[in-house]
């Protein structure tokens, strides 16, 4: 979002605006009007704003030597799989909590969500082909399509920061590695090739790498390689009993979020932690005594992290501060123990 200066023209006002764009634009009076930005001539913007009971659509134009700023409005919406509906499927809701909305219907179970980078799409694990496959849809859960189209299990999509390729996991070479495909499906390529089990990719914000989990060692311990699997180096040294999973790049690159049991010597239980990118640094941010936090994935501006936890006594989607302070429980399922919401994924900033 950003603020125009009074007495700027049409072209600066609407610098990074485009057609399509919900904008927010307040006058020189101070009256503040919204809308859908539709067109600009002649130094008029033209908006489109529906009535209060969404019947009809109004047209708006105003003068830009009348405006003093115009801001662009963008959401997020965090994915998640739950169980409340019998079996595992594909929700969405508001950062908060509100607004949930069952994307998929499926009898076989559909889990492990993650968002294109244009917020259009969501690429997905589904076990209704009799195994794990990789699907995508687009983001309001039409056109649902096995793009792995494989014998063998395929899960853990992660989309590349260009939306172009998608990282996933799979057994298909007898142990499990990590494998990057185009968003169509084709060109399905193992980047670890290693006979030892690999998993849990996930892109940095600059496309150039990808952090993934590795047992390579004889635990599971976090790992970064090259876009291409070249130059795979070992991020956390942790020792035997202990496992640091699920790494998540932070969207600045600096930091990266990720689930480990090591306080209490692998005796203990999963907490959210994170550590600077190059795996210095690393810091816990729960602390729970008999339960366990996990899969961490970031708000699109970074302030934020969106977990899973087993404090209530069943699985519930947590938000927390990106320092951990401020955790709240947004799902509240705990009156039935049987629900269990998990797999949270904080989309990128889109249009409403």
């Known amino acids: 979002m950003g603020v125009r200066t009074k007495r700027c023209s049409c072209n600066e006002l609407l610098s990074g605006i485009e057609r399509g764009d919900t904008v927010i634009v307040e006058t020189t009076c101070g009256t503040i009007k919204s809308g859908i930005f539709e067109s600009v001539r002649s130094e008029v913007i033209q908006l489109m704003a529906s009535t209060e009971d969404s019947t009809t659509q109004n047209t708006m134009n105003i003068c830009c030597h009348n405006i003093s700023s115009i801001t662009r409005v963008l959401i997020s919406k965090i994915a998640f799989a739950s169980n409340r509906d019998g079996n595992y499927n594909i929700y969405v809701m508001n950062p908060d909590g509100s607004n ?199 708000s699109p501006d970074g302030k934020k992290i969106v977990f899973t936890s087993y404090r209530d006594g069943n699985a519930e989607i947590y938000v927390m501060d990106a320092d951990g302070s401020n955790q709240k429980n947004i799902t509240n399922d705990q009156a039935d123990s049987a629900v269990e919401d998990v797999n949270p994924a904080w989309s990128p900033f889109m249009r409403p």
Do not use: C
């Open 100 to 298: 949930r909305s069952r994307l998929t219907d499926h009898p076989a179970d559909d889990f492990q969500p993650t968002w294109s980078p244009d917020g259009q799409k969501i690429a997905f694990t589904s076990t209704r082909d009799s195994r794990n496959q990789i699907y995508v849809m687009n983001a309001d859960g039409s056109n649902q399509v096995n793009l792995s189209q494989n014998s063998f299990d395929d899960f853990q999509p992660a989309w590349s920061p260009d939306g172009q390729k998608i990282a996933f996991t799979s057994t298909r070479e007898g142990d499990t590695d990590i494998f990057v495909m185009d968003a169509d499906g084709s060109n399905q390529t193992n980047i670890t090739n290693n006979n030892i089990e690999d998993h849990d990719p996930a892109w940095s914000p600059d496309g150039k790498k990808i952090v993934f989990t590795s047992v390579r060692d004889g635990d599971s311990e976090i790992f970064v390689m090259n876009a291409d699997g070249s130059d795979q180096t070992q991020l956390t040294f942790t020792g035997l009993g202990v496992h640091d999973t699920q790494p998540a790049w932070s969207p600045d690159g600096k930091k990266i979020a990720f689930t480990s049991n090591r306080d209490g010597g692998g005796l203990g239980i999963d907490e959210v932690y994170v550590m600077n990118s190059d795996g210095s640094n690393p810091t816990r941010l729960t602390f729970q005594l008999s339960t366990d936090d996990e899969e961490p994935s970031w």
